[in-house]
């Protein structure tokens, strides 16, 4: 890339809509297998789990580990659309017309910035610097010693005692003060204290950047007290992605009746990758044993498994090695997969709490579904009174009419997938 594209890359702008999305190498999409029509007699327990089995109860995921997991699943950033809101006047930005800058973007195999540097550069290289908050999308050191690197990179307590206790960083030198995975810092209190003391520490002109995976309130009220006067880059909420994935749901009486419509879907329609989610792991479980028997291609996701076993089930899946990914809330965010074209809600997902329909979650399931501009088909499974008023619910929440499909009608299901 000519130093001039760069430039143009990252012209100061004030709305960043549908911008360049880097195309991963993943396997092309192949054509579901056909499980054949009408019903299946499984041998399996009449019921895989009782209703009032709780969600996903495995081990429970740390923000490191949700944070990690969020930079494995997340290789290339969805085309949702971006805006730059400005809170204060950025003066005098600059292209990226320094020669040795470009230089070493290239030597570090960079071609092209992705939407979050094309929105963040402008404002990081303000001249003069400017604050920022933006949404992206998760040593030791002996007494007396001087950090003499550019660059130095550290959790906040090997920071702060490097810097307050050991002196081995000067301060008043620092020039750029880099936060990143604000969320999971502020999850841990010794984490948010530490990075308060240190930015406290700093000189007045230091330029104050914050980066985090997600912005509830919480987030938000922590960046808005360590960065003053900055300019917020954030993503628009994924609702206005909807209207390229098409909703429909179906009723059915029991699991038996569910796998029956899971085989005529797989049986009528031409599936790339897909993923099925379940209330509870037993179900994710018995499900999987089901459709591995029946010849499928299947990774299971749940929460008992450690971090590195989610990493190499998400990884295989990524690769194309398994067409089905059965999993609980675990995947529910962050799941990018260019070619994931049918999401299943075996089990409409409901608070733990009261028992209501969990809108949040409903549109994280079905947006891993339509990814990257494409359309997307969600399939809701309904099987009772109850799960009939949760979508009912779902549907008034965000005013999207979700059609019932008939299961058993094959030219109905085959017209769903042209």
């Known amino acids: ?211 985090s995976a997600t912005y509830d309130q919480t987030v938000m009220m922590f960046a808005q007290a360590m960065i003053k006067d900055a300019i917020t880059i954030r993503l628009r909420k994924e609702e206005e992605s909807l209207d390229n994935i098409k909703q429909y749901y179906i009723s059915c009486g029991s699991d038996v009746e569910k796998f029956d419509a899971i085989t005529n879907i797989y049986g009528a329609i031409t599936i790339g990758q897909s993923m099925i989610f379940c209330r509870t792991r037993r179900t994710a479980s018995w499900l999987a044993s089901e459709m591995t028997r029946q010849g499928h291609a299947v990774a299971l996701l749940s929460g008992e498994l450690e971090t590195a076993q989610r990493h190499d089930v998400i990884e295989r899946f990524r690769d194309g090695k398994e067409k089905v990914l059965i999993t609980t809330n675990v995947s529910a965010r962050g799941l990018d997969i260019e070619q994931v074209t049918v999401v299943i809600n075996y089990d409409l997902p409901t608070d733990q709490t009261n028992q209501e329909p969990d809108y949040e979650t409903y549109l994280h399931r079905i947006g891993r579904t339509g990814r990257f501009g494409k359309n997307g088909l969600a399939i809701n499974f309904v099987d009772g009174r109850r799960s009939m008023e949760i979508l009912q619910k779902i549907q008034q929440h965000f005013n999207k009419q979700i059609l019932k499909l008939d299961a058993t009608d094959f030219e109905e299901i085959e017209k769903i997938g042209s």
Request: hydrophobic fraction near 35%; proline fraction near 7%.
């Open 1 to 211: 890339m000519a130093d001039d594209e760069w430039g143009a890359a990252v012209a100061p702008t004030q709305q960043f809509e549908n911008l360049a999305v880097n195309k991963s190498s993943a396997p092309k999409p192949s054509a579901g297998r056909g499980m054949g029509r009408g019903n299946t007699t499984l041998n399996s327990p009449q019921r895989p789990g009782p209703s009032g089995d709780s969600d996903d109860s495995g081990k429970e995921l740390t923000a490191g580990d949700t944070s990690l997991l969020n930079k494995i699943c997340i290789r290339n950033l969805s085309p949702l659309r971006l805006t730059l809101k400005f809170n204060t006047r950025i003066p005098n930005l600059r292209y990226i017309q320094k020669p040795e800058l470009l230089k070493g973007i290239y030597g570090m195999g960079f071609s092209f910035p992705s939407k979050i540097q094309e929105s963040a550069l402008p404002a990081l290289l303000a001249d003069p610097p400017t604050n920022m908050i933006a949404q992206s999308q998760s040593g030791t050191v002996a007494r007396g010693e001087k950090v003499r690197e550019q660059i130095v990179v550290g959790t906040p307590g090997t920071l702060l005692d490097w810097c307050i206790k050991f002196k081995a960083i000067a301060m008043s030198a620092i020039k750029v003060f880099v936060l990143d995975e604000a969320d999971v810092m502020i999850s841990q209190q010794g984490h948010q204290d530490q990075s308060i003391r240190l930015q406290r520490a700093l000189s007045q002109d230091c330029q104050l950047l914050l980066f």
